[in-house]
C-alpha cells in the first residue's frame, strides 16, 4: 500500500532515486493521485520558497491545516511581528502544508470506507511518521555519515 515505507514500484532497482514534491507538484487531483503512488521510502518534501506555494485553486488546497497571520510587503516587519510571514511569498514554514497535503493523499488511498474522523485520525498520524521518514531519507540521500549515527544511536 502507498502508506508503506518499502518501496514496491520500478523505483525498486533504482538505488538513491528519490522523488521531490512541492506546493507547485500537487495542484491537480491527478497530481494528488501520483503523490499518494510515490514509495514513502523514496520521498522528499520541499516548499520550494518563494515560488510554487499552495493556493486556494489547488488540488491539495483542502488538505493544508496549517496557515500563519501574514501581512503586505510592505506592512511587513519581523521587529514588530516575527511569527508574521509575508503575504503572497510561499515561506520555507510552508513545506508543513505540503507534508500535510501529502499524508491526507497517502490516508485516503488507505482509507477502506473509513468515516471522515477516522480519515482525519489517520492523517494526523501519518503527518508524524511521513515527517519523520522523510527526515530520514533526507539524511540518507545528503548526509548518510548523520544517518549512519543517527541508526546507531537510536538502536
Known amino acids: 500500500t502507498p502508506t508503506t515505507t518499502t518501496t514496491t514500484t520500478p523505483l525498486a532497482p533504482v538505488r538513491r532515486l528519490h522523488i521531490g514534491l512541492n506546493g507547485c507538484s500537487l495542484r491537480t ?6 503523490a499518494a503512488l510515490v514509495p514513502l521510502d523514496r520521498l522528499l518534501l520541499e516548499s520550494d520558497a518563494p515560488w510554487c506555494d499552495m493556493r ?22 519581523l521587529d514588530t511581528d516575527p511569527d ?3 503575504k503572497g511569498r510561499n515561506e520555507p514554514c510552508a513545506v508543513r502544508c505540503v507534508l500535510e497535503a501529502v499524508a491526507a493523499v497517502h490516508a485516503a488511498g488507505d482509507a477502506d470506507g473509513a468515516d ?40
Not at 29 to 34: D, I, P, Q, S
Not at 61 to 76: G, K, T
Open 29 to 34: 487531483a491527478e497530481n494528488l493521485a501520483v
Open 56 to 77: 486556494p485553486t489547488h488540488a491539495s488546497h483542502v488538505h493544508v491545516r496549517s496557515a500563519w497571520p501574514n501581512r503586505r510587503p510592505e506592512r511587513h516587519s
Open 84 to 86: 508574521c510571514v509575508v
Open 116 to 155: 471522515a474522523h477516522e480519515l482525519s485520525s489517520r492523517q494526523a498520524a501519518l503527518i508524524l511518521s511521513i515527517g519523520q521518514q522523510v527526515y530520514r531519507n533526507t539524511l540518507e540521500l545528503f548526509w548518510p555519515q548523520d544517518a549512519a549515527a543517527t541508526t546507531t544511536t537510536t538502536d
